[in-house]
């Protein structure tokens, strides 16, 4: 609690829609979440007039989050860490020093989900000032199962969006389910939540009978999940109708990086990626590009039509992964199309591009079809 006796405010940086479950988490343990205003061009050119000129797109937007928010009036700013050969391990500080350059007074705090339940226990302690480790347990179960919420609702609109008969239903009722997910306080009612979320995203028409075809999403994980970094890439193809599905959530980080092996169902994304990538690449060279370069095996493997790569400008790991492309097309045949973001990516021109590339995939599933069909 803060010296009047209010709660501490503990603001996070904005990607996609993970708001939804920090600030049930925070709320839980008795912090208020200040929700930064959403990520726009403001929040770019923030970030970017305090950054080096060579860091890539994520810290950018990072730090222009951090500032919104304690312009705004958070007590707390935190950040997700994590170790390896990434930049990322490297925000934390620079966004530190960045801040209080700035003459920021602003608590810098972090989460480091590479240490599991123990790190995520010792952030509430210290945004909450507490030491319950059952109030704590609540409040991360409920954070981490709206997350798994909202990766099935986000699967479920790329499904609608490629087949809906009026462009633009399925994101509404979409979007009212995220208000409906939000206002959910405690765990009995995510259940019934989640039930009335789909029931309303289902009235959406749709058209059975359209032509569409299915392209993995992979890349940089911040810019796979954050709508205004990738330009609503989703919603784009959705129009253009093709189902997109993402290849690196925030639920699958999760899955290797919080929840223990003993509950772990499945095989997971990176347990994959060390598996299906060995051939092509034999080790982890940081960021998101061991799964990157098994997305397109597991893809072809899927028959998926097509692999969209994303990354943001400067990220030396996607660099790597996207050169290591052109060496898999002997046993991958299929079409991936790169895309790199930065401040600079116009819309036009990427539109273009994105039409051109469901042209190409549109073509080569119909050859496919017409080869299989005189065999």
């Avoid at 222009?64 to 935190?78: L, P, S, T, W």
């Avoid at 911040?222 to 925030?250: A, K």
């Avoid at 092996?261 to 499945?266: G, R, V």
């Avoid at 990626?273 to 493997?301: F, Q």
């Amino acid at each position: 609690m803060s010296k009047k006796g209010e709660k501490i405010k503990v603001a996070f940086p904005h990607m996609g829609q993970i708001y939804i479950a920090w600030a049930s988490a925070l709320k839980k343990v008795g912090a208020e979440p200040f929700i930064p205003p959403y990520t726009s061009k403001k929040t770019l050119s923030l970030g970017a007039k305090y950054s080096p000129e060579a860091i890539c797109l994520p810290y950018k937007l990072i730090l222009g989050n951090f500032i919104e928010a304690i312009e705004g009036g958070a007590d707390y700013v935190a950040m997700i860490t994590s170790p390896g050969c990434c930049r990322l391990g490297e925000y934390g500080n620079c966004i530190a020093h960045a801040l209080k350059d700035m003459g920021y007074e602003a608590n810098y705090v972090e989460m480091k989900l590479y240490d599991g339940i123990k790190g995520m226990l010792d952030f509430l302690t210290k945004v909450s000032g507490k030491t319950d480790i059952i109030l704590f347990s609540r409040a991360i179960n409920i954070g981490i199962r709206k997350v798994f919420i909202i990766d099935r609702m986000k699967d479920h609109l790329a499904y609608l969006s490629a087949r809906e008969k009026h462009f633009g239903d399925a994101e509404k009722a979409y979007h009212k389910g995220l208000k409906i997910l939000y206002d959910v306080e405690s765990s009995r009612q995510l259940k019934r939540a989640e039930k009335e979320i789909f029931d309303l995203m289902n009235k959406t028409e749709i058209d059975e009978n359209r032509e569409v075809v299915r392209v993995d999403l992979t890349g940089e994980i911040y810019i796979v999940c954050d709508e205004f970094s990738n330009q609503n890439i989703m919603r784009e193809l959705g129009r253009m109708g093709v189902e997109v599905h993402r290849t690196l959530t925030v639920s699958g980080f999760i899955k290797d990086a919080i929840i223990p092996n003993l509950f772990k169902k499945d095989e997971t994304h990176l347990h994959r990626a060390e598996r299906l990538a060995k051939p092509y690449l034999s080790r982890d060279i940081g960021g998101d590009a061991l799964e990157c370069v098994s997305d397109v095996v597991h893809a072809r493997n899927r028959q998926v039509d097509g692999i969209i790569h994303v990354s943001p400008f400067t990220c030396m790991p996607e660099i790597m992964s996207q050169n290591i492309f052109p060496a898999m097309r002997e046993t991958c045949d299929i079409p991936v199309l790169p895309l790199i973001m930065d401040e600079q990516t116009g819309k036009a021109g990427y539109i273009t591009r994105l039409e051109a590339f469901v042209d190409l995939m549109r073509r080569r599933k119909r050859k496919l079809m017409r080869e299989t069909a005189n065999v």
